[in-house]
């Protein structure tokens, strides 16, 4: 059942996101750890598989559409591909309640640029191409980093940056999906050595980005309205902040089970069958 609900919501997700060229990690990883998936180990691993995925897919119909800035989202890419990695041989490092506050104080900061841009027009001039590689170097490397620490693509940070540069909206999303692929597989890779793989968490959840990912492109590309694509944004990342704030206020480590055990408790940390040395002449069998 678990697995159905996942399957419904990370889809849904794709798709909004998808229209937007983020991955969706913002929503994959929280709901990921509401299913009960360890944060760390397969939260925000998998998170970040499916963010580069979903803006794998969703490249394609952006692509069609020419509106990829392959040119001018180049030097970001190459910055976010280089530190998503150091990001994630951080994250185990970080505790878990801090990881949740960042996460949220991250989320709240994009709903509310976004919430701001939608007020405003499309812009009409777009800087230089020295400019935007000198801010996309330094945007690119900060993006990278964060999203590779919490399990996110670092495109809610990377298309408000584009849209100041004077992107307009659908070339913003699309390019920043060409930048969020790269630091999102990129930042997996670096979690690959500390994560655990389920394999049947993982066919579930990439089917359901598949699917999602691809609705959501082709209802950008041919249907969507900037300003509507923008407000759906921000209220879900506003609806996500709140949830993993209070999930952070609220949160309470699990005690190690292994602390508090004596002589007399040491056969219920054994499965079944497992095999214990008394240290006589005989072999206790625990069943």
Known sequence: MIYTIVFFIIAVASFIFAMLGLGGGMVYVPVLNWAGFDMVKVAIPLGLLLNGLNTLLVLIPYARKKLVDWKGGGVMALMALIAAPLGAMTSDKVPVQTLKILFAVMVVAAAIRMIWSSKKAEPG?????LKRSVIGFFTGAFAGFVGGMLGLGGGFIIAPILMMMGYKTKQAAATTAFVVTFSSFSGYLGHMAQGEMNWLLTAVVVVS???????GGMYMTKKAK???VKLIYAIVLLVIAAKMTYGALT????PDKTEHVNAHDETSLL???DKIDDGFDK???VN
């Not at 001039?125 to 191409?129: D, E, L, T």
């Not at 980005?209 to 609705?215: A, K, M, R």
């Not at 949160?251 to 699990?254: D, G, I, R, T």
């Open 125 to 129: 001039n777009m800087m230089s191409f």
């Open 209 to 215: 980005v598949i699917i999602g990912s691809q609705l």
């Open 226 to 228: 900037s300003k509507q």
């Open 251 to 254: 949160y309470k480590p699990s």
């Open 271 to 273: 499965m079944k069958g």
């Open 283 to 285: 072999t206790i069998i």
